[in-house]
């Protein structure tokens, strides 16, 4: 159902997300049930095709991006790996459609070569870069990151990157800038739905400085130990795994260093629901759902429990302190 949002007037489907999640797990539900129940050989051999299709998973035929284990702390989790075909075939890429399967069936059209990251605004070193001569900027190295997505979801990622801080201490900031905001691709030759009313675009998102300083920051450029695909937000995008998934902007072109806190895409699309942190917090519900517990892709099964939200989506210890003395009711 797509509703109407009071403070834009555009319509957005946020609403209709949480429907077609549901329905994607009555689907695998039934898929899991027609497969082990006594459905019959046909439905039995449709299940396993579908099965096979949802993927048991192997990284695509994507060149090869790999990345040293991380020292960075808390980059790493021990938790089971989502597999590749289910990481990759339910995504939030608005650009390419707002239903979950879009983006793998319709990225197919994005450029990502040639690209170019603008880096601009309040830095002493601007500079348009080169993809090539981003990627190399510093060591590549693997996170195993959680990304919990606002909608209640959520999936844990090999990401291959560097710290967003490696690129920013080149670029050298100057002292009055607070944020950096991160400007992705919008062009509604290759991007089907850029020039919907579903947001308004390009796609925005934003970070205090010291949160785009923490280590964690991940400028992101593969997953799998591969170039990331295009529908992840190939070639580079961001993850910032303390925070809901929507702060991770995909197919990064400009970032921008600004003193005062820029408007964010969702955020102008619903400012009541998404504030500008976005922190990971199940002791803050979205005004239309509550955000204690998680549900795990690939564990989406009949049976399946879900799983407790954690405060700053388990991160605490890395990035607690940078919201010190802040009220995150009012600072969602
Ligand atoms: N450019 C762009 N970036 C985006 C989005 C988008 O629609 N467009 N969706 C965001 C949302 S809501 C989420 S949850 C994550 C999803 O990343 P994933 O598909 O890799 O899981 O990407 C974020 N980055
Ligand atoms: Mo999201």
Same mark, same amino acid.
């Given at each position: 159902? +797509?509703?109407?949002?009071?403070?834009?007037?555009?319509?957005?489907?946020?609403?209709?997300?949480?429907?077609?999640?549901?329905? =994607?797990?009555?689907?695998?539900?039934?898929?899991?049930?027609?497969?082990?129940?006594?459905?019959?050989?046909?439905?039995?051999?449709?299940?396993?095709?579908?099965?096979?299709?949802?993927?048991?998973?192997?990284?695509?035929?994507?060149?090869?991006?790999?990345?040293?284990?991380?020292?960075?702390?808390?980059?790493?989790?021990?938790? *089971?790996?989502?597999?590749?075909?289910?990481?990759?075939?339910?995504?939030?890429? =608005?650009?390419?459609?707002?239903? *979950?399967?879009?983006?793998?069936?319709?990225?197919?059209? +994005?450029?990502?070569?040639?690209?170019?990251?603008?880096?601009?605004?309040?830095?002493?070193?601007?500079?348009?870069?080169?993809? &090539?001569?981003?990627?190399?900027?510093?060591?590549?190295? &693997?996170?195993?990151?959680?990304?919990?997505?606002?909608?209640?979801?959520?999936?844990?990622?090999?990401?291959?990157?560097?710290?967003?801080?490696? +690129?920013?201490?080149?670029? &050298?900031?100057?002292?009055?800038?607070? /944020?950096?905001?991160?400007?992705?691709?919008?062009?509604?030759?290759?991007?089907?739905?850029?020039?919907?009313?579903? +947001?308004?675009?390009?796609?925005?998102?934003?970070?205090?400085?010291?949160?785009?300083?923490?280590?964690?920051?991940?400028?992101?450029?593969?997953?799998?130990?591969?170039?990331?695909?295009?529908?992840?937000?190939?070639?580079?995008?961001?993850?910032?795994?303390?925070?809901?998934?929507? *702060?991770?902007?995909?197919?990064?072109?400009?970032?921008?260093?600004?003193?005062?806190?820029?408007?964010?895409?969702?955020?102008?699309?619903?400012?009541?629901?998404?504030?500008?942190?976005?922190?990971?917090?199940?002791?803050?519900?979205?005004?239309?759902?509550?955000?204690?517990? &998680?549900?795990?892709?690939?564990?989406?099964?009949?049976?399946?429990?879900?799983?407790?939200?954690?405060?700053?989506?388990? /991160?605490?210890?890395?990035?607690?302190?940078?919201?010190?003395?802040?009220?995150?009711?009012?600072?969602?």
């Amino acid at each position: 159902m +797509l509703i109407k949002t009071r403070d834009s007037g555009f319509i957005h489907p946020v609403s209709s997300e949480i429907t077609s999640q549901g329905m =994607y797990q009555q689907r695998r539900d039934m898929i899991k049930l027609m497969a082990g129940g006594a459905a019959g050989a046909a439905l039995a051999g449709w299940a396993g095709r579908e099965a096979l299709a949802q993927g048991v998973g192997k990284p695509g035929k994507l060149a090869a991006l790999p990345g040293a284990k991380s020292g960075v702390a808390g980059a790493v989790t021990m938790e *089971k790996v989502t597999d590749y075909k289910d990481s990759t075939t339910y995504n939030n890429f =608005y650009e390419f459609g707002t239903d *979950k399967a879009d983006p793998a069936k319709n990225a197919h059209t +994005l450029v990502t070569k040639p690209w170019t990251v603008a880096v601009e605004g309040l830095v002493k070193q601007p500079k348009t870069w080169a993809i &090539e001569d981003l990627i190399k900027l510093s060591a590549q190295e &693997e996170r195993i990151y959680r990304l919990r997505c606002v909608e209640g979801w959520s999936m844990v990622i090999p990401w291959v990157g560097y710290s967003l801080a490696e +690129l920013i201490k080149k670029v &050298e900031p100057l002292g009055n800038a607070k /944020y950096v905001e991160f400007i992705t691709q919008a062009d509604p030759k290759t991007m089907p739905f850029v020039g919907s009313r579903v +947001l308004d675009w390009p796609y925005v998102e934003a970070l205090r400085m010291d949160e785009a300083m923490n280590p964690l920051t991940l400028l992101t450029f593969g997953m799998y130990g591969e170039v990331l695909p295009n529908q992840s937000g190939a070639p580079v995008r961001l993850v910032v795994p303390w925070k809901y998934g929507f *702060k991770s902007g995909k197919s990064i072109v400009k970032i921008r260093f600004t003193d005062k806190e820029p408007r964010t895409a969702w955020n102008k699309a619903a400012a009541n629901e998404y504030g500008f942190y976005s922190n990971v917090n199940p002791d803050v519900d979205h005004p239309r759902w509550s955000q204690a517990t &998680e549900r795990r892709i690939g564990e989406d099964g009949l049976f399946a429990k879900k799983r407790k939200t954690l405060m700053f989506n388990g /991160y605490e210890a890395q990035v607690g302190q940078l919201y010190a003395g802040m009220d995150l009711k009012k600072n969602f």
